[in-house]
């Protein structure tokens, strides 16, 4: 009889990849990459649950409705052990970091207690284009809070894995993703997360 040994890191790889241990909170963007990641063979992430319009002050209240939604989603897959939050905001309200960390203190609570978070903005669009909703240079102001707050050494598991691309050809009203820009933006995630 012959035993197949797994290397340590196949089995840590094996583990930190199993199905839908990874949770998101975030917007219609979000939406975006998690129909991209599942349609591109990703199986980490949770799919997509309906965060549309959810922007980082629908996330502060830690009984808010979009809590709600997330609860369903633990229901289903359990409490996930790592989280993927994306800043997403409105051009007429903005965020602040003190915002931001309040939402990821409240991924915590409704998620492992040391579950890795992964923090990105909304996607960064081609030199000239700029997301309506976000308004003029939202998309690199929720990059760059993503920045900060993933660089700020209170916080602890905090990550920022790198910026979500969108070019021209894959936008389809301005702010979302196309059927190529789902997929483009589900390869990104895959390539952040596997």
């Keep these: 009889m012959q035993l197949k040994l797994l290397s340590i890191a196949a089995f840590v790889s094996t583990v930190a ?4 241990t990874m949770g998101f909170i975030g ?4 939406e975006n990459v998690a129909q991209g990641y599942v349609a591109d063979g990703g199986k980490r992430m949770w799919p997509n ?6 922007v980082v002050q629908s996330w502060t209240d830690v009984n808010s409705a979009s809590w709600k939604l997330y609860d369903q989603q633990v229901a289903k897959y359990g409490k996930p052990d790592t989280v993927w939050v994306q800043i997403c905001i409105f ?3 903005g965020a602040t970091a003190a915002e931001v960390k309040k939402l990821i203190a409240n991924a915590r609570t409704h998620s492992q207690p040391d ?3 992964y923090i990105t903005g909304q996607p960064l669009y081609d030199p000239g284009k700029e997301c309506f909703l976000a308004g003029n ?7 760059n809070l993503a920045k900060t707050v993933a660089a700020d050494t209170t916080l602890v598991n905090v990550t920022y894995p790198g910026s979500f691309i969108l070019h021209a050809a894959e936008v389809q009203d301005g702010c ?3 059927a190529a820009g789902q997929k483009s933006l589900g390869q990104q995630a895959i390539k952040f997360w596997g």
Aim: proline share 0%; charged share 5%; net charge negative.
């Design 91 to 93: 051009a007429q309200q």
């Design 137 to 143: 240079g939202g998309a690199a102001m929720t990059d």
């Design 17 to 20: 990849c199993a199905d839908h």
């Design 49 to 54: 649950y309906g965060t549309s319009g959810q």
């Design 27 to 30: 917007c219609s963007m979000a």
């Design 176 to 178: 979302h993703a196309n």
């Design 115 to 117: 579950a890795a978070i």
